[in-house]
């Protein structure tokens, strides 16, 4: 047996009073084991660091949440809930990228239903209404004139977002009329199909007030001119008709009643007519186009999708042609008329 500060022939390990290495216990000097000191020979191993897990795309937030499908760790901002577990945004871009994406009956990227391009349409035209009630010039600048068209073709788009300043209730009428086909029409369609039927059946409906305005003359600017030349078109009601149109080619190719809709269509387009300060020609124009470009999303919606925007590319096209040949037709000094003629 060894003495007091003896070495044990076995371990070589000096041993203490007390028969353990160092002075007051396990370890170095001190009885614990410093960042410079070795483990004795035969005391074990010494277990490493444990390194947390961490986000790859984070690394400075620690993630004990694996992505199911790869397996590294994922923070919160990286986790997206999948049909089993979570996975993380790598994971799911690629999927997204490499899956055929899901589609409407008629052809359009599904969505989850909101209706958004309706919204942002509707919070547009009240966004427009209120800039016109606090600066009248907005209207001046923006509403369609047809003598203007030539000189100034945003008018064709424009128009459709602005309604008269002078009564609330055109708007309203618009937007509520906007919003019930849109919540029905916008699942079916798609977001950018019904976009694109909503504005090109607007720029339509500017179209057919040019196309169907009397043959103007060259006798002054406000005297001798047809006066339908010079009178401003503001409002949706065209882009809306053609969604009347677009809704009544769909629910007959699902061979759905639109008993009721030919009701709503008919009172509204009796409005036209039979009062003052409504364009029936913007009416009839969106209600055509909204039938031409529902008739090419059901004639192309089992084929490739480049079809489908091709043919609606070709109606607005068509829409540009016929106007341009109607500005050519008459006098130049009329079709050069822009709005500082109007002072």
């Known amino acids: 047996m060894a003495g007091p500060h003896e070495t044990d022939e076995t371990a070589g390990i000096p041993l203490s009073d007390n028969g353990t290495g160092g002075t007051g216990g396990t370890g170095g000097p001190g009885g614990t084991w410093g960042p410079g000191d070795q483990p004795p020979a035969g005391a074990g191993p010494v277990n490493p660091p444990v390194v947390p897990p961490v986000c790859p795309r984070h690394p400075d937030r620690e993630s004990y949440v694996r992505c199911q499908r790869c397996g590294r760790p994922t923070c919160p901002e990286c986790q997206r809930p999948a049909a089993v577990g979570i996975q993380c945004v790598d994971c799911v871009r690629e999927a997204a990228r490499t899956s055929p994406s899901a ?68 708007i309203l009428l618009n937007m509520f009329a906007l919003w019930s086909l849109g919540q029905y029409l916008e699942p079916m369609l798609g977001r950018a199909r019904f976009a694109a039927i909503y504005l090109i059946s607007g720029i339509g409906g500017q179209v057919a007030v040019v196309l169907l305005a009397g043959s103007p003359t060259v006798v002054g600017l406000n005297t001798g001119i047809d006066e339908a030349w010079l009178t401003p078109v503001v409002g949706a009601s065209g882009a809306i008709f053609g969604l009347f149109g677009a809704l009544l080619i769909l629910n007959r190719h699902l061979g759905r009643s639109s008993a009721a809709m030919y009701v709503v269509i008919a009172i509204n387009a009796a409005f036209g007519f039979f009062y003052p300060n409504i364009s029936w020609q913007a009416h009839l124009g969106g209600f055509v186009v909204g039938l031409a470009c529902a008739g090419v999303v059901v004639a192309f919606r089992g084929r490739r999708q480049q079809l489908v925007w091709a043919s609606l590319g070709g109606i607005l096209v068509v829409l540009v042609a016929v106007t341009v040949a109607k500005y050519l037709s008459i006098p130049e000094v009329i079709r050069m008329i822009d709005s500082s003629s109007f002072g």
């Open 103 to 170: 589609r409407t009956v008629f052809g359009g990227r599904a969505t989850d239903g909101r209706p958004v391009v309706t919204l942002t349409i509707i919070g547009l035209c009240a966004a427009v209404y209120l800039l016109q009630r606090v600066a009248p010039a907005i209207t001046d600048r923006f509403s369609f004139v047809p003598a203007l068209g030539w000189t100034e073709p945003w008018r064709f788009v424009t128009a459709a977002f602005l309604h008269s300043p002078y009564t609330i209730f055109h």
